[in-house]
């Protein structure tokens, strides 16, 4: 494009264009970055600077890397031939991912499309919602969520969402949401304890027996938490979760929105700690960012339930989702799946995954601004506190400080942003899947390089 185009471009943005998570004062002196084009790991803006993106795509999402043409033309293949029709109607592509999806999750069985994360996630909830009503008098419709966990933007996936600053001023909420306490070690008083992991878990029992286990329907959560500081749950807890929730014939529900599709070394992140959901949602790495396309996938017998005689006319899932009848997402599904598997793409993840972590634990030991690494594939996190002994955190500003330097020198990391008021301090680097190590090393030094200049 030439100059003129360019400067066109960016006045059309400032002048019409409502940016996600930000503040728009700061554009009336600055103007917004506009991405133009990607290739692998890397993006380039409006200007024609490079940067290295750890963050595939600033929100997790595109695992399989930038300029993939197989994608590309597996959807316009597709939209050519046949490009919509509402999910009341199958499509070719719905019905080959769906098998293929399910190939990959055993214990369950059934596919549902929609367009979001947080719609995926609201599907969910009003399973939960209607099989209440259909088999318990509407008495067992609470769903339980976890403090620090995110499920979406909708006002009844934030009234499901443990981040308060994520919440503040979109109340009142969804009634019957209730909160169960993090699993985060490092910031519990006990989290040196072998047995953390259980008794974090038994606290979620003592919550549903307080609420009274026939009122309680579900309980969602994130297999690792993402926004809320990337938080890996410690040896016990997942297998506890999965007793209490089997006890007290609680659903359980966990959101892949972020991890699913090999973000963390697996298909599924729930995959690492041997538990068997009755709902599982997805959305963001399904087909890397190239079309939009979700899913929410439960059990047979969840499906079950809703089958009943035609003449009974209000005893099925009366929903819809108007784009999960939009036949290019699950060709790009298709094509990202078998790019995955073709290239080996989860042994990539887990051998830089481990590389990963490595570099991060060497940057702790020079570092005492790092307080803790956790994380697992490549879904990795650093939180920054003032003091290791303390634990204290340091102030957001000294996190979004590191990333700010980060991105002049080429590199976008990530960061907690605007989600727990007094812990917004943990970097987190998703870097596409594809990365190697030279990609890991130009990621960790430039974070040296930043921490170094915070701390002079």
Request: charged residues 25%; glycine residues 10%.
């Amino acid at each position: 494009m030439k100059p003129n185009d360019l400067s066109e471009i960016v006045g059309n943005d400032k002048s019409h264009i409502w940016h996600h998570l930000s503040q728009h004062k700061t554009l009336q002196t600055t103007d917004p970055m506009v991405i133009v084009e990607g290739q692998g790991m890397r993006v380039k803006d409006i200007n024609g600077r490079e940067y290295l993106d750890a963050v595939s795509g600033g929100v997790w999402t595109v695992n399989v890397g930038y300029g993939r043409e197989s994608i590309a033309n597996a959807v316009r293949d597709q939209l050519v031939k046949m490009c919509y029709f509402a999910n009341s109607a199958g499509n070719i592509p719905g019905a080959q991912f769906a098998d293929k999806l399910i190939e990959k999750m055993p214990g369950l069985n059934r596919v549902y499309y929609s367009n979001s994360g947080s719609e995926a996630n609201e599907k969910g909830f009003k399973l939960v919602r209607q099989l209440a009503t259909l088999k318990n008098n509407g008495k067992k419709h609470k769903i339980l969520f976890r403090d620090r966990d995110y499920h979406g933007t909708t006002i009844t996936t934030l009234s499901a969402g443990g981040q308060e600053q994520r919440k503040d001023q979109y109340g009142p909420f969804t009634p019957g949401f209730v909160e169960v306490p993090h699993c985060l070690a490092y910031r519990a008083p006990n989290g040196d304890d072998p047995d953390y992991g259980v008794q974090a878990a038994k606290e979620i029992e003592k919550i549903i027996l307080r609420e009274d286990p026939d009122t309680v329907g579900s309980l969602c959560l994130e297999p690792i938490t993402a926004g809320g500081g990337v938080i890996v749950p410690p040896e016990g807890y997942f297998e506890t979760v999965q007793e209490i929730c089997k006890k007290y014939g609680v659903l359980l529900h966990i959101d892949e929105v972020v991890c699913g599709m090999g973000r963390t070394g697996k298909w599924f992140g729930y995959q690492h700690f041997d538990i068997e959901p009755d709902i599982v949602t997805m959305a963001k790495g399904v087909a890397s960012g190239y079309a939009a396309i979700s899913v929410t996938a439960t059990t047979e017998n969840l499906f079950n339930e809703f089958l009943a005689e035609p003449a009974d006319k209000m005893h099925y899932f009366r929903d819809i989702s108007t784009f999960g009848g939009c036949a290019g997402g699950p060709a790009a599904a298709l094509e990202n799946m078998r790019i995955i598997e073709e290239e080996n793409i989860l042994d990539n993840v887990n051998k830089m995954g481990d590389y990963l972590m490595d570099r991060l634990h060497e940057l702790k030991d020079k570092h005492d601004i790092i307080g803790d690494v956790r994380g697992k594939g490549l879904f990795v996190g650093a939180e920054l506190v003032k003091d290791r002994k303390t634990r204290e955190p340091v102030d957001e500003s000294v996190a979004a400080g590191v990333a700010a330097d980060c991105l002049k020198q080429g590199v976008m990391i990530g960061r907690t942003n605007r989600s727990l008021t007094k812990y917004n301090n943990t970097l987190c680097l998703s870097p596409a899947l594809i990365c190697t190590k030279d990609d890991l090393d130009e990621i960790v030094n430039s974070i040296d390089v930043a921490l170094g200049n915070q701390e002079l």
